[in-house]
């Protein structure tokens, strides 16, 4: 069986060919981050990284048009934490937000639109790359016209893993997860099932994801270049 760290090292060899890398270390990425224009009103903050610590060992510093605001954090699994600041945010108000644990920080600050986000967003492709040791590994591709969070893998309702768009996520001790993309609002898509052997699910609230073939062999319809550049990895390295 493969060991995790043995698993990312094959990741990370993926992603120097253009794949989508697994998550740095917590924090490694906050949104929004201002990069995609104006969030929505009713935006909340995502604080994504591997191996997020205990609420209790991270830091977190909001702003508000530079007033400090008490913000609450909910853990979302290994990798993913929600930060709801204790004030709504007005329309036209600049926010910064700084995470910080002992391992690193991340600041990033935004503009507050002057609407809600009420539209769920996309999850155009959710594909189990890898199956072979002791976690699922997942690309995802999804959309949202107002700026999408990333994706959420649930473990019998709980959510287990998340990351941002543009890298995978990573699941350990399941065999069968649903997956949803989830939007800076926190509207989320219809589900769709991956179970371990089964390929690719495609589009939203397909149930179980399609496969053809053997075990972790298989590749049910097109899928994103990244994608198919770990699977080519794992091919080479791991032949079925």
Excluded: K
């Excluded at 539209?119 to 959710?126: G, H, K």
């Amino acid at each position: 069986m493969l060991r995790r760290g043995i698993l990312f090292a094959l990741l990370l060899g993926a992603s120097r060919a253009g794949a989508p890398p697994p998550l740095p270390v917590f924090p490694a990425v906050v949104l929004p981050d201002g990069a995609s224009g104006e969030a929505p009103l009713n935006t909340r903050i995502w604080a994504f990284g591997d191996r997020a610590p205990p609420t209790s060992q991270v830091g977190v510093a909001v702003r508000v048009d530079g007033a400090a605001v008490p913000a609450t954090l909910l853990p979302l699994g290994c990798c993913l934490i929600d930060i709801a600041p204790d004030t709504a945010l007005a329309a036209g108000t600049t926010v910064a937000v700084l995470v910080s644990t002992g391992a690193a920080e991340l600041e990033i600050s935004f503009v507050v639109d002057d609407s809600d986000d009420l539209v769920p967003p996309t999850l155009e492709t959710a594909t189990i790359i890898d199956d072979s040791g002791d976690a699922l590994v997942i690309g995802v591709v999804g959309s949202d016209d107002r700026g999408l969070a990333g994706f959420f893998a649930r473990d019998n309702g709980v959510v287990v893993s998340g990351a941002p768009p543009d890298h995978v996520v990573i699941v350990g001790g399941a065999t069968c997860v649903d997956v949803t993309a989830v939007d800076l609002a926190g509207n989320e898509s219809p589900a769709t099932r991956l179970c371990a052997g089964e390929g690719e699910g495609e589009g939203e609230g397909e149930g179980e994801g399609e496969g053809e073939g053997e075990r972790g062999c298989a590749s049910g319809g097109a899928a994103p270049v990244g994608v198919l550049a770990i699977a080519l990895v794992r091919r080479r390295r791991m032949p079925c």
